[in-house]
Every structure is written in structure tokens, then in C-alpha cells.
């Protein structure tokens, strides 16, 4: 046991502190069989100096690096003491050697580490991870899928990265939006940051979301206990911030009011006047009328999506075989008529019948679709735009309107 004593006692020297940090003993080769560093020579102390000591938690995040003071040299290419790996990390942890210059790394394995403060007493039997022998691996070449929920951009939308490399992404939002956070593979304690780095050591998928930005007067205006942006205040399957921007009433959870949908052969452009349930597609709330595609226009991005969840006051490209009139559907009504749009096309619809606002910010013609002559038609200036249909407009600059 001499021969693991010294590294303790030298740590116990160099950290005289009462600061706590996660600890353990790391052991690398062995006397009979030094490890080799990735060129098949003795490993040194000088390639534990120019390598990393990379540590990682059980979903593959890293999360630290392993400061090497305590590992002393007991041999040729033989390495043994305890080790800091810094602060407020999880009880149980991975180690990798990662040598960029040869784009290799070795898997040291895991083990428990123990919150300590470098006193002489961590005990080897259970606090340990051991290698007796490295094998290194080239780095792999991992995936990373940036996807944007909401109006707002990203830095990056995806690519190809070798392994252990750091990759930054920035979610900046729209006008009228705010960043909310990340999901998918993204580490829990940068999940609200805008700016992410992220090690390619794993595939990653994750997604930047942005939601409108609610006033706080508004929100202090409920008169129920969950009031922040993101609760469901009536519990109807709607956060705060989605009643804001649909126009709904936060403190009512009924969806007793109705709208009226006509739908003809060939290409239709409707709008809902009231707000569906969630987590319905337009082709579900028309399960009666044989649909063969639902496209919606995305105005920040000005490209055409996939129908997901439909909601008032935007316009959908609809396509039917059949026609249908008379359709009823059933959602909360619209009793705040703002529309927040964007510089460029947007395609909206309206919960009243109304005027399109003079506003020099309109770069042109509101535009409607005649479902019966399949082609555009100019809506006249004094003319009402109808609940149900969805309208073009073009704006000039980013607009809130009241429509």
C-alpha cells in the first residue's frame, strides 16, 4: 500500500483547503504493462500534459476536465493517485484521454467519485477508476439537427462534426418573440442561455423556441393563481403566452363558440375565426371532407410548412376532392383582435368581419383566393375581409395590426 500513499499525501500538500470538490482515484497501466499513448510509444508525463483528461456524466455531456496534479508517476507509463475533477459534479462519472493532434481518445472507464477535501482517506476499493491498458479509437463523426419551434433563427441549422469537437449555436428571436429555451440534446444548465457550445462526442437533435413576448400587465390581469407566462391558467391546454397571441380569453376554458368553413373542389384558403383545441391539424378538424394536402405560410422564414397545430387568425391552403359547406367547427372565441406580423407576405385570417387598416406600412393589394374560379382576387379597399377566409397581404416593415 506504500505506493498509493504517496500521490495522497502529495495532494493533501498541494490542496491544503477546506474547499470540497469531487474526487477519486485514477489508475493508468500497470508496472508489467505501461500504457502506450497513440502512437504505440510508453506514455509520459509529457503527453499527459499535452492530452486531455476529459470527464463525462451518464448522458454522454462533458462536463469537466480532470486536473492531473495528483496523478504521480509510479513507473514506466504507469500512473496512480487521486485526482480533482472540480465541483458540484454527479456522484458517478466517465474519463476519456483525448489526444486532438492524433483526432484519438481512450475510454478510461467510470467509477464513483467522492465529494472530499483532498484529506489522505479516499478509499480505492470503492472511489477508483482503472486502465490498465488504453485503447485508442479515432474520433467518430457525429450528427447535430437544429431545428427552430416559434418565429426566430439559429445560427446553424445542422451538420457533421468530429467527435470532442465544440460547436456554438446562437438562437436569435423575431420581432414581437422572445427566446424560451432549448430541447433535445442540449446540457441542462445552458437550456435557457440564447448561445449553446456543444461537444460532438454524441448525435444531437435539439431545437431553439421562441414564444411571443407577453406584457406583464397583461399577464398581472388574470385573476387566477397561475399567472406566468408559460402556465395554463384555466388549465384548457393553452399557456398564457399562447391565449396572448391567439387573442383567447386566459381565464376561460370552454370551447363552445363555433365557426363555419366552406370547402370546395380543388385548392381552398381558409381561416379559423375561434381557436380549436390544441394539438389539431386542420385535416382532423375537417375528418368529414376527404383533404389531400394542408399547407400554412411560415412569414418569417417565407416558405411554406406542414400543417402541425392549427390556430386562429392564420391562413391554410386547403385541397379537397369533395366539396363540403357548412362545416362547423367548435374552439374558444378571439376577443383581442392583434395580429403581429412580419416585413413581407403574411397570410392571415380575422375573427370579425373588418376592414383592412390604411396603413403605410401595406406594400400593396390584399389578395383573396376564389375557390370556385380557382384564382386570386384583389380585395377592394372599402371592402370587409369574411370570417373563414385567409387573405395575403404584404407589409413593408414588421406591423402589429388590429384586424
Not at 490542496?15 to 482515484?25: D, E
Not at 456554438?168 to 444548465?189: D, K, L, M, S
Not at 393589394?365 to 382576387?377: A, E, G, M, T
Amino acid at each position: 500500500m506504500k505506493k498509493f500513499l504517496l500521490p495522497v499525501l502529495t495532494l493533501s500538500i498541494l490542496f491544503s483547503t477546506s474547499s470540497l470538490s469531487n474526487v477519486i482515484w485514477l489508475e493508468i497501466g500497470t508496472l508489467s504493462q505501461p500504457a502506450r499513448n497513440p502512437e504505440s510509444g510508453v506514455l509520459s508525463e509529457a503527453d499527459l500534459q499535452a492530452f486531455d483528461l476529459k470527464i463525462f456524466d451518464d448522458q454522454s455531456e462533458e462536463i469537466g476536465l480532470v486536473d492531473i496534479a495528483g496523478l504521480d508517476p509510479v513507473g514506466v507509463g504507469y500512473y496512480v493517485g487521486v485526482v480533482n475533477l472540480g465541483s458540484n459534479l454527479p456522484d458517478t462519472v466517465s474519463v476519456k484521454l483525448v489526444s486532438f493532434d492524433d483526432e484519438m481518445a481512450a475510454d478510461l472507464g467510470n467509477g464513483l467519485s467522492l465529494v472530499d477535501n483532498f484529506s489522505p482517506f479516499v478509499d480505492p476499493g470503492v472511489h477508483k477508476i482503472t486502465a490498465q491498458s488504453l485503447s485508442w479509437q479515432g474520433f467518430s463523426v457525429n450528427s447535430l439537427s437544429v431545428a427552430v419551434t416559434g418565429f426566430g433563427s439559429v445560427s446553424l441549422t445542422g451538420g457533421e462534426f468530429p467527435e470532442f469537437n465544440v460547436v456554438t449555436v446562437t438562437a436569435a428571436p423575431a420581432t414581437w418573440y422572445e427566446f424560451i429555451g432549448w430541447t433535445g440534446n442540449v446540457p441542462a444548465a445552458s437550456q435557457k442561455s440564447p448561445t449553446v457550445s456543444l461537444t460532438m462526442n454524441i448525435d444531437r437533435e435539439i431545437a431553439a423556441v421562441f414564444g411571443i413576448i407577453v406584457p406583464q400587465a397583461w399577464l398581472d390581469d388574470i385573476d387566477l393563481p397561475l399567472k406566468g407566462a408559460d402556465d395554463d391558467a384555466d388549465s384548457d391546454g393553452f399557456t398564457n403566452r399562447d391565449e396572448y397571441e391567439f387573442g383567447t380569453d386566459p381565464e376561460d376554458d370552454q370551447f363552445t363558440s363555433t365557426a363555419t368553413i366552406d370547402i370546395a373542389i380543388g385548392w381552398n384558403l381558409i381561416s379559423l375565426a375561434v381557436q380549436p383545441m390544441s394539438n389539431r391539424a386542420m385535416w382532423s378538424l375537417l375528418d368529414n371532407v376527404p383533404i389531400r394536402n394542408v399547407w400554412e405560410w411560415n412569414s418569417w422564414t417565407d416558405k411554406f410548412e406542414i400543417n402541425g397545430d392549427t390556430r386562429t387568425k392564420r391562413g391554410y391552403w386547403v385541397y379537397s376532392n369533395t366539396p363540403k359547406n357548412g362545416i362547423v367547427i367548435d374552439g374558444q372565441s378571439v376577443i383581442d383582435a392583434k395580429q403581429f406580423l412580419f416585413q413581407g407576405w403574411n397570410l392571415i385570417g380575422s375573427s370579425t368581419s373588418s376592414v383592412v387598416p390604411a396603413n403605410a406600412v401595406f406594400g400593396g393589394s390584399v389578395w383573396y383566393w376564389r375557390p370556385d374560379r380557382q384564382q386570386f382576387i384583389p380585395l377592394p379597399s372599402d371592402e370587409q375581409m369574411t370570417p373563414g377566409l385567409a387573405y395575403w397581404l404584404y407589409l413593408s416593415e414588421d406591423t402589429m395590426i388590429e384586424i
